[in-house]
């Protein structure tokens, strides 16, 4: 079900994490790398926006992991939901597919 609001909403389990991004998204990508399988307890399914588009609603239980001398992974320090995935000199976030609020209209497009 597609969605054509102009913003996407999102967030963590417990709500102390809270963003908006401007549609539209891109389509999710899997990553099956051992990474995201540790943070996620499975395969990783992201979308992406431009890093300046991410607005953080509410910021309170955001963290951040250095997960690899390329990437740091953002959580929520109260619930543990994985939520962002960001590349060091890219000029876009990956969010966890998962925390955005539904409908999102998002198909998996690559593996």
Known sequence: MANDTPLA????LC?????EVPRPLRDVVLCHCS???RTHGHIGAYTA???VTLKLVESR???WYRSS???RRGFCGECGASLFWEAGGRDYVAIAAGTLDPPTGLKTALQ
């Open 35 to 37: 990474m995201c399988r």
């Open 69 to 71: 001398d390329k990437a």
């Open 9 to 12: 909403t999102g967030g963590c």
């Open 49 to 51: 926006v431009p890093k």
């Open 15 to 19: 709500g102390a994490v809270r963003y």
């Open 61 to 63: 239980g955001l963290k």
